[in-house]
């Protein structure tokens, strides 16, 4: 019997990739840390800083993501320092025992990136999250306001239908495992046909595990292969669990968006695939009359991935 091929990986080897898909220089110098902050004995978030000297942006990624998901964003962005956190559960940080979504609901999540923020990046000067991330960056603005002084979300709104977000549930809600990497980057082209398969391929590498036999599993469902009973064996995303009887997610963070009194700036994909619609928005203008709202004509859900260098120039004129 052959053994399983195993597939090299190196974290920080792969930044010249995003840099040559979106013609953007990749200094031979680039200075990008792994650092981890522990929230409480036993429990700890990781996080990627780029550059050097206080980082004056927190990035926060989407449920099922990782932080990787930022670097083309931060190659960008680049020199400009800045901070992008594995939310609990998900890529390099621990999961918090009990509940979903790798153990954290917003509120919980808000919780611990905040100590995480307090730690690296308290004097940021905006905190962008996209999707689940965003949520918590709703969360993060009403329990720790000095920490956020302007916020930008990437194609997320509580009260959005899940009926628009099913096609991201349906992709998350899969095999616990896949027998190779074959088999995983198929799946993945499979729910994102406008993306490149190199593309594809960088970011499963970024965000799943090889195991011994040579199957693979992603990072935020590595849980589901535990065997003790404190373990989160569910498989249903988050989205499905906080659905309310209208199909609507996260209407209890409607009232916490509209006590903002930072900036926020909404980014909003305008491809089928992204969750947001006009509705959507004409109620988040109701609800922040001073937000601003920004189109990005060739993404869907994950701007960062189809439009990173234009979400880039967003971030940069809306928090400078």
């Not at 947001?276 to 869907?300: K, Y």
């Amino acid at each position: 019997m052959t053994s399983p091929e195993h597939i090299e990986y190196d974290e920080f080897g792969l930044f010249h990739e995003n840099a040559s898909e979106f013609e953007l220089p990749c200094p031979p110098d680039l200075v990008v840390d792994r650092v981890d902050v522990q929230v409480e004995p036993g429990y700890q978030l990781s996080a990627l800083v780029w550059g050097d000297g206080d980082p004056e942006l927190v990035l926060l990624h989407g449920g099922s993501q990782n932080a990787h998901t930022w670097d083309t964003v931060a190659l960008a962005l680049y020199p400009r320092p800045l901070v992008a956190i594995d939310l609990p559960g998900h890529g390099h940080s621990d999961r918090r025992a009990g509940g979903s979504h790798g153990g954290s609901s917003p509120q919980t999540a808000a919780e611990d990136i905040a100590v995480v923020i307090r730690a690296l990046a308290p004097d940021a000067q905006a905190v962008v999250g996209m999707s689940f991330g965003g949520l918590v960056t709703i969360v993060l603005a009403d329990i720790a306001p000095e920490l956020v002084r302007r916020v930008v979300l990437v194609d997320v709104l509580p009260g959005l239908d899940f009926a628009h977000a099913r096609h991201i549930s349906d992709f998350v809600d899969g095999p616990p495992t896949f027998p190779s990497f074959d088999d995983i980057l198929a799946r993945t082209v499979e729910f994102n046909p406008t993306r490149s398969e190199s593309s594809l391929r960088r970011g499963i590498l970024h965000n799943a595990l090889q195991l011994d036999d040579g199957s693979w599993v992603w990072r935020h469902s590595r849980w589901r292969l535990e065997t003790d009973t404190d373990a989160d064996t569910e498989t249903e995303p988050i989205a499905v669990t906080t659905t309310a009887p209208d199909g609507s997610l996260f209407n209890d963070l409607q009232d916490t968006l509209g006590r903002i009194d930072a900036p926020v700036l909404l980014a909003r994909g305008l491809r089928s695939n992204s969750v947001l619609r006009d509705a959507d928005e004409t109620e988040f203008r109701r609800r922040l009359p001073s937000g601003q709202v920004v189109h990005f004509a060739e993404a869907g859900h994950s701007i960062q991935g189809d439009m990173p260098v234009e979400l880039a120039t967003t971030i940069t004129s809306f928090s400078s």
